[in-house]
Structure formats: C-alpha cells, structure tokens
C-alpha cells in the first residue's frame, strides 16, 4: 500500500546527542514536510522540500537540518542546538496539483533524557 | 499574516448527536484552502474534509460538513450522529494560495471532542 513511514516510532536521547528521524514515501509526492507538535498546541513546520536537492526553512527551522536527496526520503536531523527536543515529529508529503491535502506518517515520539 | 483560531480546548457531545467544532480564520489572500483533520490517540493525522475559497458550495464527506462563512472568516466543522470512535483532536488548518508548488498549512491549537455513550 502506498503511504508514508516514519522511524523510529518512539526515540529516547540523551542531551548534547544528535539524532536522524526518518520519513520515506512511496507515493510518489513531489513536496514533503516535516512538523513539530508539542502538548496543547499545534503543528508548527520545521522544513519542507518542494523538489529533490531543495529545502527551505519553516517557522521553527533553528536547530534542525534535512537533506532531500532522493524523491522518496526526506530524513529530519535534530541537532544538539535545539533547545527544547522533546517533542512529536509528523513526516508528511503532497502533491502540487488538486487540493493540497497533505498525508502523514504515524509520527515519530523523541524524548530527551 | 495568516492565523487561524480554535478557541475550544475540549468538548463533550453524547453518542448519536450532532456537534460543531469552531475555527476562524484570518488571512489577506482572496485564494486560500481551509481543512480540517483528525487525529486520534494513535498519533496520525487523518484528512476529513476540505473547502477552497472560491467553492460555492458548503463541502461535505460522509457525516462530516464544513459550515464556511466567508465574510465572517469562520470554518466549522460539523460531525453528525456522532460515533463513540469520533472521540479524538480536531485540528483546522489553511493554505495560503491554491495550486501552488507547496502546500504548507498552518494549524490551529486543535479541540479535543470526547463522545459519550
């Protein structure tokens, strides 16, 4: 079935340690996103990718990277700048055309110890 | 810039009643698509429903309509005959523009509905 996978499902770290969530999609979407969701509040976009080898900040980009070098992938890096980690990561991916309907992953759960 | 609003936290509605989820929106694009998704304790988004600024017509999927109110900049989500697997966060969200190249959307603080048998 076509879809979106997210990995890990749930991830401990320790603070100071960088860690890769991963996003792959067979959907054959050209854009792909990444979202934060933290208690009481909605998703804010960290990332997104419009093409292969092209990404552009959100509104929460600092502390963060991604790398889109291939349609399918689009891994979300947390680095040990970001402040306040701990959080649940939404991978999601679109097509340009129709409504813009985005699909997601389950979410990746990152828990800084 | 472009906001949107959902001023209720949290929710009950009895089993087999109708309910209505508020959002409100704020934006200076006459092009713009709203939506709305569900997202169970589970943790995954689920599409529900959609409405495009320009479409004349209320949508409607299923037991779900979207009460949009252009002028008032309003959005609602209306769920009939609620279901005891309805209980989940509702979360609004807009697209500035329509068929761009992305489609990045913002969200809403979501409401939390709890359907009671």
């Known amino acids: 079935d076509g879809g979106i996978t997210q990995s890990p499902k749930y991830l401990f770290r320790k603070e100071g340690q960088n860690v890769t969530l991963s996003c792959e999609q067979n959907?054959?979407?050209?854009?792909m996103y990444w979202y934060r969701q933290d208690p009481g509040q909605g998703l804010r976009l960290i990332y997104y990718s419009q093409i292969v080898n092209d990404f552009q900040k959100g509104d929460i980009a600092e502390g963060y990277s991604v790398s889109r070098e291939k349609k399918e992938s689009f891994p979300l890096t947390v680095t040990s700048a970001q402040k306040n980690p701990t959080a649940f990561y939404l991978c999601a991916s679109s097509i340009r055309e129709n409504t813009g309907e985005l699909f997601f992953g389950e979410g990746s759960r990152l828990t800084v110890l | 810039a472009q906001k949107i609003t959902q001023t209720q936290p949290g929710m009950f509605v009895q089993e087999k009643e109708a309910v209505t989820l508020d959002c409100t929106y704020d934006t200076s694009d006459p092009s713009y698509g709203l939506f709305w998704y569900k997202q169970p304790s589970s943790g995954e988004m689920i599409f529900l429903i959609y409405?495009?600024?320009?479409?004349?017509q209320n949508a409607t999927e299923g037991r779900y309509s979207l009460n949009f109110q252009k002028a008032r900049k309003s959005a609602n989500l209306v769920i009939s005959a609620s279901q005891l697997g309805d209980s989940a966060m509702y979360f609004c969200?807009?697209?500035?523009?329509?068929?761009?190249?992305?489609?990045?959307?913002?969200f809403g603080t979501g409401t939390l509905l709890a359907v009671q048998p």
């Open positions: 409405q495009g600024s320009y479409d004349q």
């Open positions: 959907l054959n979407h050209d854009a």
């Open positions: 969200a807009m697209r500035e523009g329509i068929g761009g190249a992305t489609n990045k959307l913002i």
